[in-house]
């Protein structure tokens, strides 16, 4: 299955966490999948089974963000070039 909307359901039955993080992940994870890097460095489509492979193999005590960064370190530790699809928190506010 590709990377779609039913990613954040399967990221929700794998993972739990909120509505929010789920979103955030699921956008990264199709941003990544559509910039063709993933594929291109590993030479394998970036899937849903792929990304929840991935995802698992982080320790277990991390939040879905944060398995994502870890798995995103790795690539990047690996390839380079995975940084800009880590989550981050914007600490600005409104003014």
Do not use: H
Not at 48 to 53: D, I, M, Q, T
Not at 80 to 90: A, H, K, Q, S
């Amino acid at each position: 299955m590709k990377i779609g909307q039913r990613f954040e359901r399967r990221l929700d039955e794998e993972f739990g966490g909120d509505a929010g993080t789920r979103r955030v992940v699921a956008r990264q994870a199709r941003d990544l999948a559509d910039c063709g890097q993933f594929a291109t460095d590993v030479d394998q489509e970036l899937t849903v089974s792929v990304v929840v492979e991935n995802l698992r193999d982080a320790p277990d005590d991390l939040t879905l963000p944060e398995k994502w960064n870890w798995w995103m370190g790795a690539l990047e530790l690996a390839y380079g070039g995975y940084d800009r699809f880590r989550v981050v928190r914007w600490a600005g506010g409104s003014e």
